[in-house]
T-cell receptor, first 113, second 117 residues
Framework: AQSVTQLDSHVSVSEGTPVLLRCNYS??????LFWYVQHPNKGLQLLLK??????LVKGINGFEAEFKKSETSFHLTKPSAHMSDAAEYFC???????????FGKGTRLSVIA | ETGVTQTPRHLVMGMTNKKSLKCEQH?????MYWYKQSAKKPLELMFV???????ENNSVPSRFSPECPNSSHLFLHLHTLQPEDSALYLC????????????????FGSGTQLSVL
């Protein structure tokens, strides 16, 4: 079975400082991993995706994530937070073949001016 | 915009009402999904339709009834709901549910915020 754990329900950073959103996964298969972002009153949008190619994945809006198999982690980072980054972020792992995705509970990112 | 449109954006209903949520996508996708998003809980997959056929029903109570008349439209019919059904209901679409490599980029609508009184 697949599962994903987002280690922080809320992260608060100052504008211009680095962002780290943590995610650990469990999968019986070689996983595909994703980060989605949800801005207030909006649907979820794909930030980036890992599918067994390069372990460091670059996404939109300056975000990137590194797949670390030894640590079963897929943490999301950004060097410098912007006010517009304030949103809910979801770490997602692919399910077994031919089933939909498994979502984490989400991490709410607040950016302080 | 993601190309997936949900209406209404907000819905308040009593427990004896019957209402429907609508989802429409103009992306040429063949798979459509209903998810439930409750506070402090992971997104819960409710239903999956692939080429208009229901391929997943995640033990959803029968008071939720999906309908997929064509690949572009998806409905969720609601009747005799409970207050605990209050949540954000998200629709999503993807190229297809099969094969695995092409089914995983989901495009989400903005959701319908449902309140059951």
């Amino acid at each position: 079975a697949q599962s994903v754990t987002q280690l922080d329900s809320h992260v608060s950073v100052s504008e211009g400082t680095p962002v780290l959103l943590r995610c650990n996964y469990s999968s019986s298969y070689s996983p595909s991993l994703f980060w989605y972002v949800q801005h207030p009153n909006k649907g979820l949008q794909l930030l980036l995706k890992y599918t067994s190619a390069a372990t460091l994945v670059k996404g939109i809006n300056g975000f990137e994530a590194e797949f670390k198999k030894s640590e079963t982690s897929f943490h999301l980072t950004k060097p410098s937070a912007h006010m517009s980054d304030a949103a809910e972020y979801f770490c997602v792992v692919s399910g077994r073949f031919n089933t939909p995705l498994v979502f984490g509970k989400g991490t709410r990112l607040s950016v302080i001016a | 915009e993601t190309g997936v449109t949900q209406t209404p954006r907000h819905l308040v209903m009593g427990m004896t009402n019957k209402k429907s949520l609508k989802c429409e996508q103009h992306l040429g996708h063949n798979a459509m999904y209903w998810y439930k998003q409750s506070a402090k809980k992971p997104l819960e997959l409710m239903f999956v339709y692939n080429f208009k056929e229901q391929t997943e029903n995640n033990s959803v109570p029968s008071r939720f009834s999906p309908e997929c008349p064509n690949s572009s439209h998806l409905f969720l019919h609601l009747h005799t709901l409970q207050p605990e059904d209050s949540a954000l209901y998200l629709c999503a679409s993807s190229q297809a549910h099969i094969p695995r490599e092409t089914n995983e980029k989901l495009f989400f609508g903005s959701g319908t915020q449902l309140s059951v009184l």
